[in-house]
Nanobody, 115 residues
Framework: QVQLAESGGGLVQAGGSLRLSCAAS????????LGWYRRPPGKQRELVAS???????NYADSVKGRFTISRDSAKNTIFLQMNSLKPEDTAVYYCNAQKPTSIYWGQGTQVTVSS
């Protein structure tokens, strides 16, 4: 099992910034990808950004140029720096860890962007 603990959500005005953190613990061996997803109100969960163990990055088109995913491998932690936030970025943000045959989710952290 992999445990994921998110932190850093909150309320921010449009144009502001937030930084999310996700600490991974437990059986993290063979984890191939870590990432962030979000579920906007009334919508399905969607990929925001991901990073593989080889350092390959992937971003949703809607956040390119505004969000940056990074990791601290020594601390088994990933971050999501979110700049120039928009009201449409309002969502519950979930940390995600993938292994070849398993997927793990954090409990989520709320991000609310006011206009």
């Amino acid at each position: 099992q992999v445990q994921l603990a998110e932190s850093g959500g909150g309320l921010v005005q449009a144009g502001g910034s937030l930084r999310l953190s996700c600490a991974a613990s437990g059986d993290i061996f063979a984890t191939t990808t870590l990432g962030w997803y979000r579920r906007p109100p009334g919508k399905q969960r969607e990929l925001v950004a991901s990073i593989t163990t080889t350092g390959r990055l992937n971003y949703a088109d809607s956040v390119k140029g505004r969000f940056t995913i990074s990791r601290d491998s020594a601390k088994n932690t990933i971050f999501l720096q979110m700049n120039s936030l928009k009201p449409e970025d309002t969502a519950v943000y979930y940390c995600n860890a993938q292994k070849p045959t398993s997927i793990y989710w954090g409990q989520g952290t709320q991000v609310t962007v006011s206009s």
